[in-house]
């Protein structure tokens, strides 16, 4: 057995997943929900298209389509899924006014943010993604009719800040130029370096790698696993009430219960210092997890914390269903990335300072 | 490991663990035949949050009582708790080369040095420094946990730093890599779930006075329900690396009952920064 050395968590993301595949075809895992895909294909323009018509063929297979339940009666959404998209959180101001895409219009939208995804530096990268199949259109993401994954308000945007969460930004920045020059761990660290927490919030938003999950249930429980950072969420489903106020967590505290095929989550109890796209632990989040067809939940989530934008606010993404397992994410335990960088901005200063 | 010499190994166990009679403290003495409820697949179900009830985190062998490392700051709040065993027959039967590895493990456990290489992993015990505590530190650590058990796969998740295991029960998966948890693969014996776990790493220790194992190591879990409130868990540990035989731990698993219970958040990575990160000056504390 060996012990692996992981260079830096940019790194260690990469070769944990190539090399955990190792005795699974290499694309196997990243291509799954489309049987479509065939290695030995290297066209982006013939990958897609042949992704799309399965799609399509795949849509019109489940017109009348019933979901699935569990044995003892719950809507079934148990399996492995991703959370990646190339759709933008908000709408580009270019695109101000169109909420949706025609289906050529998002065809090549698409086709751009993959190939710019596969496209690397070979000054800052040493690798290529398209080598290891982890380009995106080697994934189950398919073309978004979306301009942005926000739904509402109806621009596409986030709402503006409330003049006190305003005031909190200004004084964090404030604080953040007292500090300089200097570096450590908790002021160049976020909470995703830090190993605090992985790439999936909650709220799930996109990120481009690492962003499988899974989804177990058992009577009376929804759990849901992150494989980056190895999160875990449980969410009970028996009307219970939250914890006490008092008590911050960094996943939240999350209740569950069903609204016809819809899991309603309600995540409460945000740790203090979490500070979610500048929120509050009065941060409020309702996620909707509904299984659209066999291969993909819809996820739509809105957040409200009224000390910190002027309105809640909503976002929708579709998950799609790749294959199993998850690996373990031993995050803080290895996180030599997180030295590097520190070091390297530390030297940085000091030559700055000569 | 090759794949072919562990499987000799796991046979050369079997063999010595079939040959000997069970002896210790059999967490099932006294209880009542008990024919568990079952989950919708048939299986005894297992569903629920448990927590042992040993001081086994410290010193899986019998201790008494202790100071803390440092009294002067923590008093009483730092001590440990004095236990019996978990170790059935007392004796861990490390290999001489192994037992000095043991003492000097506990005399540096507090030196947590963190370098951007494996020798970060030489000296400081792994859970002073919030690493995954590995498997079956993990099932008696002073935390609760939860089991949420399908057919395909049993999921544990461990109140301690949000660390979890899937047991593959069908179909089984080899390990991809070595791993803190390592990679368990699990079947039913009658109302026994026996778990097979393979695929750790060496950087977990057993407790906080330095038991230890290698990359070899190999445990067969046991987790059989004897009450509604109770499982009795047994583990037979095996590396050659280190001991000269295969060794078994057992204790009872306790079902925590408490109306409305649910494990509450450790993420202790925030609580470990300023120990690890700064003797080599990386940390800032944030003016507040």
Known sequence: MRTR??????????????????????????????????????????????????????????????????????????????????????????????????EQEAFAAFRKAVETDAEVDPRTVHYDWKEYGMDAWQSPVRPNLRTSLIVDPPDGRIPALTPEAQKRQAAAAAAARARNPQTGVQTLGNLYTRCITGNQGPPRLPFNHDSESQILQTPGYVVMLMQANGDVRIIPLDGRPHLPQNVGQWLGDARGHWEGNTLVVETTNFHPERNWRGSTDGLKLIERFTLVDPKTIRYEFTVDDPTTWTRPWSAESPLPRIEPPLYEWACHEQNYGLMNVVKGAQAREAEARR | MNIRVRGVMIAVAALWLAATPAKGQAPSAGFPAYTPPRTADGKPNLNGIWQALTTANWDIQAHGAQPGPHPELMGAWGAGPGGQSIVEGGEIPYRPEALAKKKQNLETRMAAKVTNDPHRYDSGEPELQCYRPGVPRANYMPFPFQIFQTPGEILIVYEYKGASRTIYMDPHREPPTDSWMGWSNGHWEGDTLVVDVTGFNDHTWFDRAGNFHSDA????????????????????????????????????????????????????????????????????????
């Open chain 1, 5 to 102: 050395i992981l260079a830096a968590l940019g790194a260690v993301t990469i070769i944990m997943a190539v090399e955990s595949m190792a005795p699974i075809p290499v694309a196997a895992q990243a291509v799954s929900g489309t049987k479509s895909f065939n290695p030995t294909v290297i066209d982006t323009e013939v990958a897609i298209k042949a992704a799309a018509e399965a799609a399509k063929t795949a849509a019109a297979a489940t017109a009348n389509w019933t979901p699935p339940r569990t044995a003892w009666g719950d809507p079934d959404l148990r399996g492995y899924w991703l959370s990646l998209s190339y759709t933008p959180l908000e709408r580009p101001a270019e695109l101000a006014g169109k909420p949706l895409y025609t």
């Open chain 2, 217 to 288: 190591l190999h445990v067969v879990e046991r987790y059989t329900p004897i009450s509604p409130y109770h499982i009795k868990y047994e583990a037979t540990i095996e590396d050659p690396n280190v001991f000269t035989r295969p060794w078994k731990i057992s204790f009872p698993l306790y079902r925590r009952v408490e109306e409305n219970v649910q494990l509450v958040e450790f993420n202790c990575v925030p609580f470990v920064e300023e120990l690890m990160y700064g003797p080599v000056g990386l940390y800032k504390p944030p003016s507040r």
